[in-house]
């Protein structure tokens, strides 16, 4: 969670794209599009703070719970996750994300 945070927050867009699990509903066929898409994601916010609330594995999936600080011209805002990762050989890949509710 925290090295995708980190890409994130420094335009590591490959980096995104490779631990993305390609069954999950963020994957793209399209990569160079899908690229471009998380590239201006990048480029858009300022990644500020990232606070993991708790973690847990279950065999082969994990789950995180975060709250990533973003900033948009200069407004704050928060975007907070169950996000759900499962393990394929010895890397965890994003899956997505469980609803708060």
Same mark, same amino acid.
């Given at each position: 969670?925290? !090295?995708? @945070? %980190?890409?994130?927050?420094?335009?590591?867009? +490959?980096?995104?794209?490779? %631990? %993305?699990? %390609?069954?999950?509903?963020?994957?793209?066929?399209?990569?160079?599009?899908?690229?471009? !898409?998380?590239?201006?994601?990048?480029?858009?916010?300022?990644? /500020?703070?990232?606070?993991?609330?708790?973690? !847990?594995?279950?065999?082969?999936?994990?789950?995180?719970?975060?709250?990533? /600080?973003?900033?948009?011209?200069?407004?704050? /805002?928060?975007?907070?996750?169950? /996000?759900?990762?499962?393990?394929?050989?010895?890397?965890?890949? @994003?899956?997505?994300?469980? +609803?708060?509710?």
């Amino acid at each position: 969670m925290r !090295s995708r @945070y %980190t890409a994130y927050a420094t335009a590591a867009v +490959s980096h995104i794209l490779r %631990t %993305t699990h %390609t069954g999950g509903p963020q994957h793209q066929a399209d990569a160079a599009q899908w690229s471009q !898409s998380v590239a201006q994601f990048c480029d858009t916010y300022v990644f /500020s703070d990232l606070c993991i609330h708790s973690h !847990s594995e279950d065999g082969a999936t994990g789950y995180v719970h975060f709250t990533a /600080s973003l900033e948009l011209g200069g407004e704050l /805002s928060r975007l907070e996750e169950h /996000s759900v990762f499962h393990k394929v050989g010895e890397q965890w890949l @994003y899956w997505g994300a469980k +609803s708060l509710g």
